[in-house]
């Protein structure tokens, strides 16, 4: 099967713009993941999707993150405007179902905020 | 929430003896627990994972074993190899988010 898209796979911006990082989840996985992944560090999770409905942001720094999952199948993550500590791995995973299900991750987009 | 924590941050081992990490969870009602692996530069793949209904699991030389009482969860590897060398990381839910332990790097040396 194919696995989870991601892209970009590297951005460089500058503090105060704004980025966008699109993921397309396995075929059929109605779960979708965000979690930012800063180095030497586990995953945090960002936001979770079931189908196009939030299941949990509550990690999510709303002032200035937004995320979209548009016909419960893609979704975009925005950040804007960006700053310093926002450098990270962006990592989207999905799974087959909600609860105890194995997370598929992505490649990941790395962003360094300069 | 949830909150998992991981020890040791940093392993090393000689190639061929065996590596254990641990990890330690809050959440009593947590009743999965996927661990996985991250080559450096890569994605985090599962290499295996345990639900709360069983004590132990093992595929080939990796052990996953599940402590309810103590709360806690830990990873064996057995004849480690040079290509064993990554990041794990464990993981434990509650039928809600999935929360990451803060990583081990583990190192074989050949």
């Known amino acids: 099967e194919a696995g989870v898209a991601q892209s970009p796979r590297y951005k460089i911006i500058e503090k105060r713009q704004s980025v966008a990082f699109w993921c397309n989840p396995i075929?059929?996985?109605?779960?979708l993941y965000w979690y930012q992944q800063i180095l030497g560090q586990g995953p945090k999770l960002l936001i979770q999707?079931?189908?196009?409905?939030?299941?949990?942001d509550s990690q999510l720094p709303k002032d200035r993150f937004s995320a979209e999952r548009l016909k419960g199948v893609d979704s975009t993550l925005k950040i804007q405007p960006a700053k310093l500590e926002d450098s990270a791995v962006y990592l989207c995973?999905?799974?087959?179902?909600?609860?105890?299900?194995?997370?598929?991750f992505g490649n990941g987009t790395r962003l360094t905020v300069t | 929430g949830e909150n998992v924590e991981q020890h040791p941050s940093t392993l090393s081992v000689q190639e061929g003896d065996s590596a254990v990490i641990k990890c330690t969870y809050s959440?009593?009602?947590?009743?999965?627990f996927p661990w996985y692996k991250q080559e450096l530069g890569k994605r985090p793949q599962l290499i295996i994972d345990?639900?709360?209904?069983?004590g132990e699991k093992k595929d080939q030389r990796i052990a996953v074993t599940l402590n309810k009482t103590a709360k806690h969860f830990s990873l064996h590897i057995t004849e480690t190899q040079p290509e064993d060398s990554a990041v794990y990381f464990c993981?434990?839910?509650?039928?809600?988010?999935?929360?990451f332990g803060a990583g081990t790097r583990l190192t074989v040396k050949p």
């Open positions: 959440d009593s009602a947590s009743n999965y």
């Open positions: 993981a434990g839910t509650n039928n809600n988010d999935m929360r």
């Open positions: 995973a999905s799974s087959l179902r909600q609860y105890n299900s194995p997370l598929h």
């Open positions: 345990i639900r709360s209904n069983v």
């Open positions: 999707f079931q189908n196009n409905g939030v299941v949990d």
């Open positions: 075929s059929g996985h109605a779960t």
